[in-house]
């Protein structure tokens, strides 16, 4: 059974940084794009980053480039998303997927597992 579970979130001040992880378990992701997505109250699901299996191609959503860092451990089979310049807007609950099929996804419907999410909470 495949498992996605997401870790760091938390209160923070604007301006501040947080450093979440996505650990997977039950098989091997190491040849599929692992994204990170988040979800504001009453809202969908909102793109935020996406890293293709060998680490080498990124893409980021605009509201977070060059504040924003995804990154992957293979071995640990393990994403990560370094939060920096962290801004109120930016709360959210924020989800882990795994997609096997596409190569640098960015649409929500191109995931095939989730993990159930962890918290972020950016004051003023």
């Known amino acids: 059974q495949v498992q996605l579970v997401e870790s760091g979130g938390g209160p923070v001040q604007a301006g501040g940084s947080l450093r979440l992880s996505c650990t997977a378990s039950?098989?091997?992701?190491?040849?599929?794009?692992m994204g990170w997505f988040r979800q504001a109250p009453g809202t969908g699901r909102d793109f935020v980053a996406v890293?293709?299996?060998?680490?080498?191609?990124?893409n980021y959503a605009d509201s977070v480039k060059g504040r924003f860092t995804i990154s992957r451990d293979n071995a640990k089979n393990t994403v990560y998303m370094q939060m920096n310049s962290l801004k109120p807007e930016d709360t959210a609950v924020y989800l882990c997927?795994?997609?096997?099929?596409?190569?640098?996804?960015?649409?929500?419907?191109?995931?095939?597992?989730w993990g159930q999410g962890t918290q972020v909470t950016v004051s003023s």
């Open positions: 890293i293709n299996w060998s680490g080498h191609s990124t």
């Open positions: 039950g098989r091997t992701f190491s040849s599929s794009a």
């Open positions: 997927g795994v997609s096997t099929k596409f190569i640098v996804p960015t649409m929500s419907r191109q995931y095939d597992y």
